[in-house]
């Protein structure tokens, strides 16, 4: 999938990566910024990529039941919630007009896919992450989804378990480096 990140160019997700798998992926990706996002732990996968190759930091497929669980927005800051070509951002607006917070989402049957959920560094430790997590699963549930997805950090699984999400996989990301 095309992720329209800086040095993101794609990202390819393995839910069962194989020796095999990996191999024909590893062989035929050619375009450096170009991700793997493989369902198993490092241990288990990082052997078998061969350079140019570089294994990140450790990350968590987590999952979570999605309810309709309105917040308002906190003083000094506006809810915006867009969709345009079947994603759905929620983004945190200080008065001024710049994104505080922000979290997107499409649906995909009745799973929604949450991703790139991120907080402004001048904005952190105000819950902002809370309300825009809210969010994305009151409005992705009021459209019919049921189950939420999305690959966390190490510091994103901290605030995502406290708002009921749980670990379903580690996850080991790597990307093509030249």
């Keep these: 999938m095309d992720v329209g990140l800086p040095g993101h160019v794609a ?47 450790r990350e968590f497929m987590m999952t979570a039941r999605l309810t309709r ?8 800051y506006t809810l915006a919630v867009t969709t345009r070509a079947g994603v759905t951002v929620a983004r945190l607006l200080t ?12 649906i995909a049957g009745r799973t929604a896919v949450v991703d790139q959920v991120e907080t402004a560094a001048g904005h952190r430790r105000r819950g902002l992450g809370t309300v825009v997590m809210k969010t994305v699963a009151t409005t992705a549930a009021s459209m019919g989804a049921t189950t939420g997805v999305l690959v966390a950090t190490a510091q994103g699984q901290a605030l995502y378990s406290t708002l009921g999400w749980s670990l379903h996989t580690p996850v080991t990301a790597a990307v093509l480096t030249a």
């Design 95 to 106: 008065a001024a007009g710049e994104v505080a917070a922000r979290g997107q989402f499409a």
């Design 11 to 57: 990202r390819h997700i393995v839910a069962a990566p194989t020796p095999e798998i990996l191999r024909r992926l590893t062989a035929t990706i050619r375009t450096p910024g170009t991700w793997l996002k493989l369902c198993a732990p490092a241990e288990a996968v990082g052997p078998l990529l061969p350079a140019p190759w570089a294994v990140q930091d």
């Design 69 to 76: 669980d309105p917040v308002p927005a906190p003083p000094g």
